[in-house]
């Protein structure tokens, strides 16, 4: 009981602290502020109500435990973080980005073939691709290749649709003046075309980013080594470790906030002359 | 119409592809058969062979459009095996979980739009909640939901939710949002009301905006309820057809409940289109 009475004082400590904020004059600090009191606010609830509940831990552990069990068992994470998001997630996101682009470059340059891609294309990307999973892992085997594989195919057509759409971003009036000065055509690509695409590039490898974590996850469940975080999250929820599930939840999130985080800066660092970008500074 | 001869040859290259590839996929099987039974192979018999396996690597595609005529036309919708009855428990599934997820994404969208506090506070942790791959734990929200006694529809439905209400809060904050300050300044010459300035100019404005974000959503929620099948034991629905498949060996059935999949997200998404055009036409936005 005192639990919940404590949850809910700190919920409305919380709560009005944000009032207060939010009345604030913006500024970098409330803005970075108030989000954070709300996430603090939401773990403190969560655990006061399963202490106070008294919920299993069989069916939702405590943030407590969840960090207990983390730091117990960081090298087990760390395998599996190896496992499925630098060798899976990651050779998969950079082979699959690379064959978009090489093939959006290709539909650039021949008009026929980019009428014909974008809409198999654009049809594509709205499909379950994650369905193919299973497909992959009869194909290449448990090991990392084939979660790399659907990785593969889940990304390139978000990336290829985003890529194909950034190249014909460049204006006409653009590209009549690098024909005036007698740009060849990978003169105008690499000058005009590639700069002006992109805010569309980025576009699509952060919608990859995510995509690329999940792929790999789940091509896990049909079938992987005794290691990876699908591996682990499927096992440990059949043993009701759930503590443990949730460690690799957290990790999970983390390498995913990481993963976009990594693509959001580069695209600062290369698209700040965007207007999405300016007004930031 | 200029696009339908390039779509068509594109569609045609896959097609030439993908026999091709049930060849080579294929052949190291067939080889092995015809060792075993001191059998040369011609050329064309190994083609013959590789493009009617049983339980081929890649099965040819009218390999696959026969496996979809059985279960689809021929065998009884309600019988456990017509793919028409599970397609139906994962549509059942996406359209739950997409009703529920427009809902929460709308009224999320509607708070993020009126009230600064959850403004500053809720939207970060809405695109943050998309940064944890809920695929990953579908299998245990469902057992968890299990546990405490919800069954069936509701455990899948609530994966697609968490992935639907994504795109309906961002499109929908973005199109509340769209009308421009000239506007919003002249619905308050007329002293309009909060609720009037909703239901005559926010609401109005963000209609675009809402059905694009309704496909993605569609799409998003398909792929929810399909993994959502996965962990229950492979029971019904294209997601376990998919499992039940990869246990088996039974690739013809994988993607014929691939093939399956992906006209239901055709026709969803297609048929959020026809509303999207019928409702703007008559608002006069088309």
Not at chain 1, 250 to 262: K, P, T
Not at chain 2, 119 to 141: E, F, G, H, N, R
Not at chain 2, 157 to 181: E, N
Request: aromatic letters at 10%.
């Amino acid at each position: 009981m005192i639990w919940i009475i404590v949850g809910l004082a700190l919920w409305a400590g919380g709560w009005s602290l944000n009032l207060w904020l939010a009345r604030r004059p913006k500024s970098t600090a409330t803005s970075l502020a108030v989000p954070v009191v709300f996430g603090l606010t939401l773990v403190v609830i969560w655990e006061a109500l399963v202490r106070g509940l008294g919920i299993s831990p069989v069916l939702l552990p405590p943030p407590s435990a969840i960090a207990v069990r983390f730091a117990a068992s960081t090298d087990v994470l760390w395998e599996d973080f190896v496992q499925t998001v630098i060798k899976g997630a990651l050779s998969g996101y950079v082979i699959g980005c690379l064959a978009a682009f090489g093939v959006a470059l290709l539909a650039d340059r021949f008009v026929f073939l980019r009428r014909g891609l974008l809409p198999v294309g654009n049809f594509v990307a709205a499909l379950p691709i994650i369905g193919l999973a299973p497909i992959m892992v009869m194909w290449f085997g448990f090991d990392w290749q084939s979660k790399a594989a659907i990785v593969v195919v889940m990304v390139f057509f978000p990336m290829l649709v985003n890529t194909v759409e950034g190249l014909l971003a460049a204006q006409s009036m653009q590209r009549d003046l690098m024909r005036t000065y007698a740009a060849g055509y990978w003169t105008t690509l690499i000058k005009l075309g590639l700069p002006a695409a992109m805010p569309f590039i980025f576009n699509g490898l952060k919608i990859a980013s995510t995509l690329a974590l999940i792929g790999a996850i789940v091509a896990e469940f049909f079938g992987s080594p005794i290691r990876g975080m699908g591996f682990r999250i499927s096992t440990s929820v059949g043993q009701l470790a759930l503590d443990l599930v949730w460690a690799e939840i957290l990790v999970a999130a983390m390498a995913g906030s990481a993963f976009y985080g990594a693509v959001a800066l580069i695209e600062r660092a290369v698209t700040f002359w965007h207007p999405s970008q300016r007004g930031r500074a | 119409m200029k696009s339908v001869v390039p779509v068509l040859t594109v569609v045609g290259a896959i097609l030439v592809i993908w026999y091709a590839a049930a060849v080579w996929l294929n052949a190291p099987w067939a080889y092995d058969v015809a060792a075993r039974g001191d059998r040369v192979l011609s050329f064309a018999q190994l083609v013959a062979d590789t493009w009617a396996q049983d339980k081929p690597k890649l099965p040819a595609p009218h390999q696959v459009m026969v496996e979809l005529w059985q279960t689809v036309v021929e065998k009884n919708v309600t019988s456990k095996r017509s793919l028409v009855y599970h397609a139906w428990v994962t549509l059942s599934a996406t359209l739950l979980g997409f009703g529920m997820g427009t809902v929460l994404g709308f009224a999320l969208a509607l708070g993020i739009v009126y009230n600064r506090v959850m403004d500053m506070s809720v939207m970060p942790w809405v695109i943050a909640s998309q940064t944890i791959p809920i695929l990953a734990i579908a299998p245990m929200i469902i057992v968890v939901l299990n546990a405490v006694g919800l069954s069936g529809l509701l455990p899948k439905a609530m994966i697609s939710m968490y992935l639907s209400f994504f795109p309906i809060v961002v499109g929908m904050v973005k199109g509340l949002r769209s009308p421009d300050a000239m506007q919003l300044d002249q619905m308050r010459t007329w002293n309009a009301s909060r609720a009037q300035e909703f239901f005559r100019l926010r609401l109005p404005s963000s209609m675009p905006y809402l059905f694009t974000s309704m496909k993605v959503a569609m799409a998003a929620s398909l792929v929810g309820a399909i993994v959502g099948e996965m962990p229950t034991g492979a029971v019904a629905g294209l997601g376990a057809r998919l499992l039940a498949g990869s246990y088996y060996g039974q690739t013809i059935q994988i993607w014929s409940a691939l093939i399956m999949a992906a006209v239901l997200a055709a026709l969803a998404v297609a048929l959020i289109g026809v509303v999207q055009r019928v409702v703007l036409k008559r608002m006069g936005m088309a």
